[in-house]
Nanobody, 126 residues
């Protein structure tokens, strides 16, 4: 069964950093684009970043460009989201998701992803 597990969330002060991990269980991510999404209380789940399955193409939401970096490990088992210069408005539950294909592109549309992790809480204090 295809499972994704997020980790690395926590409480950090404004300006701090966290690195989130998205680990695949029971499969490799070779053929999957991976997206990171977040959902703050009372708000819709929004796309943060994504990476294509094979070419390493990435996309970022405007709100995180220059602060967040998405990457894969060489074994393509784990995808990371390095978050720097965190702001209180980055506080949310962060989810990773997998979408089959998307070799040379990725999208941050929730409807494109059909495998989701359970989420990890990120809280940024001011």
């Amino acid at each position: 069964q295809l499972q994704l597990v997020e980790s690395g969330g926590g409480l950090v002060q404004s300006g701090g950093s966290l690195r989130l991990s998205c680990a695949a269980s029971g499969f490799t991510l070779n053929y999957y684009a991976i997206g990171w999404f977040r959902q703050a209380p009372g708000k819709e789940r929004e796309g943060v970043s994504c990476i294509s399955s094979s070419s390493g193409i990435t996309n970022y939401a405007d709100s995180v460009k220059g602060r967040f970096t998405i990457s894969r490990d060489s074994a393509k088992i784990t995808v990371y989201l390095q978050m720097n210069s965190l702001k209180p408005e980055d506080t949310a539950v962060y989810y990773c998701a997998a979408a089959w294909g998307f070799r040379n592109m990725c999208v941050m549309s929730r409807d494109s992803y059909n495998h989701w992790g359970q989420g990890t809480q990120v809280t940024v204090s001011s």
